[in-house]
């Protein structure tokens, strides 16, 4: 079988470089964003190695007008986006299907997601290990799953768990703790 030819693009958004790399069954890497464009491009190398610099498709086109869009703090959309998850076990795709159904603004827990999935809370590990390796942050919203009790949990991303959690505040989502449900009456 004939080895997949990768390319990729590296471009800038609000938030600094993002690297996106394709084959042509769709998007297969994404990287978030880092200061550098350089640092950008070795990330993305690591997870890829073997891939060239190309020019991009419309579709690949689209797909970085709308990461631009959602840097700027625009509600957007990536469940349409066509990924070659080639390679990927398949539990993880399960696992990615579902979590490309949270959608704009909202969040998950890793264990509500292995229910979701007709598994056991005690999948729910995998689920957590599924995000870590997820090929495509941001456009399998990987960002939007929380530990239980909705806090932030892990982030293998540049910036670890602050960068998720800018991302969700970018999306509107509130990771403060709720204020008391009852105000002191100061007696």
Not at 44 to 54: I, M, N, S, V
Not at 152 to 160: E, K, T
Not at 163 to 186: C, D, F, I, T, Y
Request: hydrophobic share 40%.
């Amino acid at each position: 079988m004939a080895e997949t030819m990768h390319h990729y693009f590296i471009f800038e958004t609000a938030s600094g470089f993002c690297g996106i790399a394709w084959s042509d069954a769709g998007i297969t890497r994404f990287q978030l964003p880092t200061k550098a464009a350089e640092a950008t491009e070795r990330l993305l190398l690591r997870r890829l190695p073997g891939a060239e610099p190309g020019t991009p498709t419309p579709d690949v086109l689209e797909t970085v007008a709308a990461v631009k869009r959602y840097f700027q703090g625009e509600e957007t959309d990536f469940s349409g986006v066509e990924l070659d998850l080639a390679g990927q076990d398949t539990f993880f795709r399960e696992i990615y299907a579902a979590v490309r159904r949270v959608g704009w603004g909202r969040t998950t827990t890793y264990g509500a997601l292995a229910k979701e999935l007709g598994v056991g809370p005690e999948a729910a590990r995998d689920v957590g290990q599924a995000m870590a390796k997820n090929p495509v942050a941001l456009i399998i919203p990987c960002h939007r799953v929380l530990a239980a009790g909705g806090k932030i949990g892990g982030f293998s991303a540049p910036g670890g768990s602050s960068s998720k959690a800018r991302m969700l505040e970018l999306e509107g989502v509130n990771l403060a703790a709720p204020p008391p449900a009852q105000q002191s009456l100061g007696f």
